[in-house]
């Protein structure tokens, strides 16, 4: 068997990997902000991705790809206290439709809609010093294999896999001005139903670096620059590697504005300037936030 069967399959295997999980999962400014126990929040996400540029081996192979993706995650989260310390116990729920059009390398057009692989989580608080800006948290994620996912299709929103992701985020505050720094690993069962032969994919850990810096223009207004890094993750068909592992960076500009006490708005835009192997994305976003 050689490497999955081609360029549109690996694609296929790409973004089948890609757009319900990882590239959800990343954090936002202020994320590692513990709020009082007590507090109840509801936020609501929307993304559009695009693309045209597949990479191999970190040189661009094709810029004939189209992809374009509308995602929203609706995410309760609920902060209280377990002895000492905070948590916030929370839920993603990723829903949307994506469209992937290979015709001009001699492939096809698929489409895919419905819910994605919703995420449970719950950071705990080791550090949480509001009066001197200083946080840290540990976050366990699990991902759970409720999307729509059907093996006879070319895209799926589902990935029919669990996934587990461990993470650590340190936030320090220096008067108006605030760093970000966060790492995590994650783990992935196998998907033993891909495609129509109903192959066996497993998938090496992922990890991630983020870095943040930001600026309060005012106590309603803050801006940061974001930087994202994903390392490993090749994938294994039938025991076969596809060399397809992550070496990624990606940066990310982000406008944050409370427009009362309760309701806070982000405005988002996110290039993936580096990507060894898959496709080069585009993501503009918005965060609708409002805390009771």
């Known amino acids: 068997m050689k490497k999955f069967t081609g360029l549109f399959m ?51 192979i094709s810029s004939d790809i189209g992809l374009s993706a509308n995602i929203g995650i609706l995410r309760p989260i609920y902060y209280t206290k377990i002895g000492s310390f905070t948590i916030d116990p929370q839920a993603l729920i990723i829903f949307g439709d994506q469209n992937l059009d290979t015709t001009n390398i001699g492939g096809s057009e698929v489409t895919a809609s419905g819910f994605g692989d919703p995420i449970i989580a719950a950071t705990m608080w080791l550090i949480n010093k509001p009066e001197s800006k200083t946080w840290l948290g540990f976050t366990p994620f699990i991902t759970i294999p409720l999307g729509d996912y059907d093996n006879n299709k070319g895209l799926n929103m589902g990935t029919n896999r669990w996934a587990f992701k461990t993470e650590l985020g340190f936030s320090k505050g220096f008067d108006k001005l605030f760093t970000e720094l966060t790492a995590n690993v994650e783990f992935f069962t196998d998907n033993d139903d891909l495609g129509a032969a109903s192959l066996t994919m497993e998938q090496d850990p992922v ?49 944050g504005f ?29 965060r609708f936030l409002y805390a009771f």
């Open 258 to 286: 409370w427009l009362n006490k309760s309701f806070q708005v982000l405005l988002q835009y996110r290039n993936d300037f580096e990507v060894q192997n898959g496709l080069n994305t585009n993501t503009f976003g918005t």
């Open 10 to 60: 690996g694609i296929f295997l790409f973004v089948m990997m890609t757009f319900t999980g990882v590239s959800f999962a990343d954090n936002d400014a202020k994320d590692y902000w513990a709020a009082p126990p007590g507090t109840k929040v509801m936020a609501v996400y929307y993304r559009h991705i695009s693309a045209n540029e597949l990479n191999a081996d970190g040189s661009e």
């Open 207 to 255: 990890f991630t670096l983020e870095g943040r810096i930001g600026y309060d223009l005012s106590d309603a207004f803050f801006i940061s620059a974001d930087y994202f890094y994903h390392n490993g993750g090749e994938t294994t068909v039938d025991e076969i590697e596809q060399n397809d592992e992550k070496d990624d960076h990606a940066l990310q500009l982000t406008l």
